[in-house]
């Protein structure tokens, strides 16, 4: 089974040091790109992130990524 595609392009977020972020691996969530929960039932889960530096930071929006949560620029392929 593979993810919704959310969007094709990163979803820039402002994150806090010491804070953990609960990306949806999915593609189902009404918060992206964070988990809500609409992976329930499916092969999926959220992907833990944790800011070790207060700064903007890109997740992932089409769920294709092998940079874990973090966009790597695979939605150019798609």
């Not at 990163?10 to 990306?23: L, T």
Request: glycine residues 8%; aromatic residues 12%; hydrophobic residues 30%.
């Amino acid at each position: 089974m593979s993810a919704t595609i959310a969007q094709k392009s990163p979803y820039p977020v402002a994150v806090e040091a010491g804070k953990s972020y609960y990306w949806c691996a999915c593609g189902k969530s009404k918060s992206q790109p964070f988990c809500d929960g609409s992976h329930k039932g499916s092969e999926f889960v959220p992907v833990k992130y944790e800011a070790t530096a207060s700064q903007t930071v890109y997740f992932c929006g089409c769920k294709h990524s092998a940079n874990g949560a973090l966009c790597d620029g695979s939605h150019n392929k798609l």
